[in-house]
């Protein structure tokens, strides 16, 4: 098993930045991959960014430019600038255990974006 925890999040005005957190736990060898996802209301979840453990990195169209993506051994961390009011979402942690395979999720961390 696999315990993520994610931190940051909450309001902010559109243009502004934000940074998200995620810390794994457990049987964090088996994880080949991390990243973000995100659903906003009435929508379904969907990839923001992700990076392998050799430092591939796969980013939506809609935020390449905009968002980073790092890695520590067990964190994930999102770098958001120049928010939209579109990027206005719970935004999930994501760890992939390829081997299994399997996904691992964390609870979710609200963004919102205003005008």
């Known amino acids: 098993q696999v315990q993520l925890v994610e931190s940051g999040g909450g309001l902010v005005q559109a243009g502004g930045s934000l940074r998200l957190s995620c810390a794994a736990s457990g049987i964090i060898f088996r994880i080949n991959r991390m990243g973000w996802y995100r659903q906003a209301p009435g929508k379904q979840r969907e990839l923001v960014a992700t990076?392998?453990?050799?430092?591939s990195t796969n980013y939506a169209d809609s935020v390449k430019g905009r968002f980073t993506i790092s890695r520590g051994k067990n964190t994930v961390t999102l770098q958001m600038n120049s928010l939209q009011l579109e990027d206005t979402a719970v935004y999930y942690c994501?760890?992939?255990?390829?081997?299994?395979?399997?996904?691992?999720w964390g609870q979710g961390t609200q963004v919102t974006v205003s005008s």
């Open positions: 994501n760890a992939l255990d390829g081997n299994s395979p399997r996904d691992y």
């Open positions: 990076m392998g453990n050799r430092g």
